[in-house]
């Protein structure tokens, strides 16, 4: 966007003549005092010429921001804020490009899904299964023996043109030899005969508990995986696919950071999952927090992994933590998802809601109530009313003898809760975290429990109305995507993926509402409202300068932006576009047949359009594309020395989390 002269005479008095990068004349603090948002210190890195959108009620637009310290010092027009530059002072042009705070999530599993990002295909985006299966066939021609290719969540098959998904007999088509593990939602996997001889299945498996194999007339498994309500057996059978080792690791889980940041988010709240045990299973982000490779704010809670001897896990936690332990960049933020096994529903919407067995208030109570007394945060894994409602009883009853008097606690997902039960959630001074899983299902609803009850599913404007906090997020990666805006054109549109509309007037937000959920009011979960969310002085340096302007592109674009540039702390931690110079060094996927290095992450639309992301998005600081995202020569791949840990034994076999 053209800066306006007046504008523009102010910018080149300060700045001399250069933009970019430029080394600035003197300051004059005491008048940049006078009319802005202003701390008063000298600024190391000012963003001007931008289109802020602050979330700041006291001042809800700006062109400028200084940072100091990992802290916003000033915000306010471009005059107001330059007036604190120096001469070290790094300046950024945003070139009129709309900024928003980071955006949060509030609900992701950051930790886990960063493990395991470079094995993994994403067909998050893409908009037709003849893409998704060339994508597929090429991935299959440079995955070495004996991997496999997997696509493990983040898709709906209404997202695809041809509304279906593939066939097993297409699987086997175009990967006869090379394991493939599909995961559709919470629903099924789809593996090919390569993949079931990989695993073991055989017409002598048994089926598990709230699953099945599906068997041809023969008795011999098809490579149709479906649960029952309950997913081990789609977990538990993506656990026997190779892993990678530790360096690998964090090499995949600097990647799926950067991918974050790409997207604008700057910080997640982490929910655990099944088997992520601590303190083993934090290992590499503990690392990476240690050598200052952290490019998100996490926040992580800690999940239970006993069925039976939920209390016991606590009781060690608690001996081993206090509560909010940690830093800025990475802190423990209480218990959960899981609190008791016995009160974890299951929300496959092609299933009858599941029953939740009657040992579920004894389990719960004797949680809650150690919790309560120690004062750690807690949060609940709750699809269903009926089960919300259960555990609310519990939480009334707790809170009558050890009162919870401040202590932030909160519900994950209530898709269906009824407003007497957002009611008692507010009473109790509680939470909801939603997440955008309904546009991924909710096709799937509909044809269950009919378009009156989808209308509501969560109904976050009675949350909101009730006063009740709420903040956004994913519950990415094995079901929804991680791609926030997808998460804001749901709210924003009520559509699924698909484009199918859910929701009424009611029970839509307005654009800058929903933006605040993402900001805002995820800082709520984490305890961190006075640090993040909005841009004013004093709080973290955290913000996104956009590729299109969020609050006015058409709603058909919303899914397709991207940060051009991201800021965590101060600190530049992606760049793209006219910014692309300005983005940190990141060492290329490990190993080098990721599907990461050909597709990346979320795809924009089609095969085209993912291909010319790349090739874009990946360019060297001359202009040229980088050639490293190509399989051709994943045949040269080394594996590393330990075979056993790269080949991979059993892993996570949690379920619906």
């Avoid at 109790?428 to 009156?452: K, P, S, T, W």
Wanted: hydrophobic content about 40%; proline content about 6%.
């Amino acid at each position: 966007m053209p800066i306006d002269p007046s504008r523009r005479r102010i910018i080149e008095a300060a700045l001399a003549g250069t933009l970019l990068g430029c080394t600035p004349r003197g300051t004059n603090r005491r008048e940049a005092a006078q009319g802005g948002n202003v701390v008063e210190a000298n600024a190391e890195l000012i963003v001007f010429n931008a289109r802020i959108a602050t979330l700041d009620p006291r001042r809800p637009t700006a062109t400028a921001l200084a940072v100091a310290g990992g802290n916003l010092i000033a915000i306010g027009n471009d005059a107001e804020v330059l007036a604190l530059s120096h001469d070290g002072t790094r300046m950024i042009d945003a070139r009129g490009r709309r900024l928003i705070p980071g955006l949060n999530d509030s609900h992701t599993h950051l930790i886990r899904g960063g493990l395991n990002y470079n094995l993994e295909l994403r067909w998050d985006g893409v908009s037709s299964l003849a893409d998704a299966m060339a994508m597929l066939r090429e991935q299959v021609a440079g995955t070495p023996a004996p991997q496999w290719v997997r696509v493990v969540g983040g898709f709906s098959e209404h997202q695809f043109v041809e509304k279906r998904l593939p066939t097993l007999d297409e699987l086997n088509a175009v990967a006869p030899d090379t394991p493939v593990f599909i995961l559709h939602l919470y629903d099924r996997a789809l593996l090919n005969r390569a993949a079931l001889r990989a695993v073991g299945y055989t017409k002598d498996s048994q089926d598990p508990p709230g699953g099945r194999i599906e068997r041809d007339k023969a008795g011999n498994p098809t490579g149709l995986l479906l649960a029952k309500p309950n997913a081990l057996i789609l977990y538990a059978t993506l656990a026997k696919g190779p892993k990678l080792p530790p360096e690998y690791q964090r090499n995949s889980t600097r990647h799926f950071m950067r991918e974050l940041n790409r997207l604008g988010i700057t910080s997640v709240i982490d929910a655990g999952g099944g088997f992520q045990n601590y303190p083993d299973d934090y290992e590499i982000i503990r690392q990476l927090h240690a050598d200052d490779e952290l490019t998100v704010r996490i926040a992580y809670n800690l999940f239970t992994q006993n069925k039976g001897g939920e209390l016991a896990d606590f009781e060690r936690w608690i001996g081993m933590l206090q509560p909010r332990a940690g830093d800025d960049m990475l802190r423990h933020n209480g218990a959960g998802e899981m609190l008791v096994f016995s009160a974890a529903d299951f929300e496959d919407f092609r299933e009858p809601r599941p029953e939740l067995p009657p040992e579920l208030e004894g389990d719960l109570e004797s949680v809650v109530r150690l919790l309560s007394q120690k004062r750690w945060p807690f949060r609940i894994h709750a699809t269903y009313d009926e089960s919300i409602g259960r555990i609310l009883d519990v939480y009334e009853k707790v809170n009558r003898d050890v009162p919870f008097d401040g202590l932030h606690w909160f519900i994950d997902h209530a898709e269906t809760i009824s407003d007497r039960n957002i009611d008692r959630v507010r009473a109790l001074g509680g939470g909801i975290a939603v997440q955008h899983r309904m546009a991924y299902q909710g096709e799937f609803f509909a044809q269950r429990y009919g378009n009156d009850a989808l209308k509501r599913t969560p109904p976050v404007r009675r949350m909101l109305d009730a006063g009740v906090p709420v903040g956004a997020g994913t519950d990415a990666t094995r079901v929804a995507s991680y791609n926030p805006w997808v998460a804001l054109y749901w709210l924003s549109t009520g559509r699924t993926v698909g484009g199918m509309p859910m929701y009424g007037e009611d029970n839509l937000l307005a654009r800058e509402e929903a933006l605040r959920l993402w900001t805002q009011g995820s800082a709520w979960f984490s305890g961190e409202e006075s640090r993040k969310g909005v841009l004013a002085a004093g709080q973290f340096a955290d913000f996104a300068v956009l590729s299109d302007d969020f609050l006015s592109v058409p709603d058909e674009r919303i899914q397709g932006i991207t940060s051009v540039l991201t800021v965590v702390g101060g600190r530049l931690v992606h760049g793209e576009d006219e910014f692309a110079r300005l983005a940190p060094p990141l060492p290329d996927p490990m190993p080098d047949w990721s599907p990461v290095r050909r597709w990346g992450g979320y795809q924009p639309g089609t095969l085209g359009q993912a291909a010319a992301a790349m090739a874009h998005g990946h360019s060297h600081g001359d202009g040229a594309a980088c050639h490293v995202h190509h399989a051709s020569h994943a045949a040269h791949f080394d594996a590393p020395g330990d075979l056993r840990g790269f080949w991979g034994a059993l892993g996570c076999s949690c379920f619906a989390f």
